[in-house]
């Protein structure tokens, strides 16, 4: 088993930023992937960022591209997300997300992940 555990939310004005982080804890020599995922009142789930396990590939959703970075930190079992110019938008529960499967493509599908955080709630202003 895997436990993640999301911190960092809060509320923002637009055009601020905010960094969240992931720790990873058990089986986490089981992980590979680990991506972000976030889903506002009303609409499904979205991909956010996903990056590999070495933490040398990273892929975004349009949305969030030139303005989110993930990162990952392998000693530490812990990935990031650096959000900038945040947007009212951008306003919704963030995921933190694992998956065993031992692949080099970073899925975009919720369904193509394994573990999951509990999320923490980001609010931006207008």
């Known amino acids: 088993q895997v436990q993640l555990v999301e911190s960092g939310g809060g509320l923002v004005q637009a055009g601020g930023s905010l960094r969240l982080s992931c720790a990873a804890s058990?089986?986490?020599?089981?992980?590979?992937?680990m991506g972000w995922f976030r889903q506002a009142p009303g609409k499904e789930r979205e991909f956010v960022a996903a990056?590999?396990?070495?933490?040398?590939?990273?892929r975004y959703g349009d949305s969030v591209e030139g303005r989110f970075t993930i990162s990952r930190v392998n000693a530490e079992n812990t990935i990031q997300l650096q959000m900038n110019s945040l947007k009212p938008e951008d306003t919704a529960v963030y995921y933190c997300?694992?998956?065993?499967?031992?692949?080099?493509?970073?899925?975009?599908?919720?369904?193509?992940?394994?573990?999951w955080g509990q999320g923490t709630q980001v609010t931006v202003s207008s």
């Open positions: 990056i590999s396990r070495s933490g040398f590939t990273t």
């Open positions: 997300a694992a998956t065993t499967t031992m692949t080099t493509i970073l899925g975009t599908s919720a369904s193509w992940y394994d573990y």
């Open positions: 058990g089986r986490t020599s089981s992980t590979y992937a």
